[in-house]
């Protein structure tokens, strides 16, 4: 799958082509994929007005708040790959200090392949991507997937990028400060994973050529 796609053409623009999509982050490829996320079409709950979502991972937990209206259709898709496990197992594949820690490739390539098309349209921005905003990466109008990025800075030039955060860490932002950044920018412009391996190969790939990255354990809804 296309990844890299220009946003623009400034240096800091050319920092925003890879807030994009992607596809398969590995985690647990010795177990089957949970059946429900082999059909995304199936994945249509509506999310609650607010919640919460905790994540574990490889540094300690985090917790997110979601408020739906912020971002209503980008809220419900992160509602429903919470609840049924797609981050477990996901690495934090580009971290790049003073700007975003991007994740959202699934563990297991062969669920990338199904939701590497399962698109969602576009939410109007209502809120600004300041440090600890969630947000969905994007290719370009109407093409958000599964590839979020939390914001470890006041990005407000997103903004009007058509990037409209959902949600907001609210327990933890010291954890997520501290994810594994010393690989850069991903290939070609950087060091970092090429993500159509990732696609490609999983975990097998991040482990052997990427070891250091941090990774999500597990990411729950919180009751």
Aim: net charge positive.
């Amino acid at each position: 799958m296309m990844m890299k796609k220009l946003l623009g053409i400034s240096f800091a623009m050319m920092l925003i082509t890879g807030i994009l999509w992607g596809q398969a982050r590995p985690a647990s490829q010795h177990s089957a994929a949970r059946p429900s996320l082999l059909n995304p079409s199936s994945l249509n709950d509506h999310a609650p007005a607010t919640f919460k979502a905790k994540f574990t991972t490889t540094k300690g937990d985090f917790v997110v708040e979601v408020t739906r209206a912020w971002a209503p259709l980008g809220a419900d898709r992160f509602y429903n790959l919470v609840k049924n496990h797609f981050f477990d197992g996901a690495a934090f594949f580009r971290v790049l200090p003073g700007f975003v820690a991007q994740f959202g490739l699934s563990a297991k390539p062969e669920v990338s392949r199904v939701w590497a098309s399962a698109t969602i349209k576009d939410d109007p921005v209502t809120q600004s991507n300041l440090q600890g905003f969630l947000t969905f990466a994007t290719a370009g109008a109407n093409t958000r997937t599964t590839q979020l990025f939390i914001n470890l800075a006041n990005n407000q030039n997103l903004d009007g990028m058509g990037f409209a955060p959902f949600g907001k860490v609210v327990e933890g932002m010291e954890v997520v400060q501290q994810f594994y950044s010393g690989y850069g920018e991903g290939a070609p412009r950087g060091n970092g994973p090429v993500q159509d391996r990732i696609t490609n190969e999983g975990k097998a790939y991040l482990d052997k050529s990427f070891p250091l990255l941090d990774s999500i354990k597990t990411a729950v809804i919180v009751q």
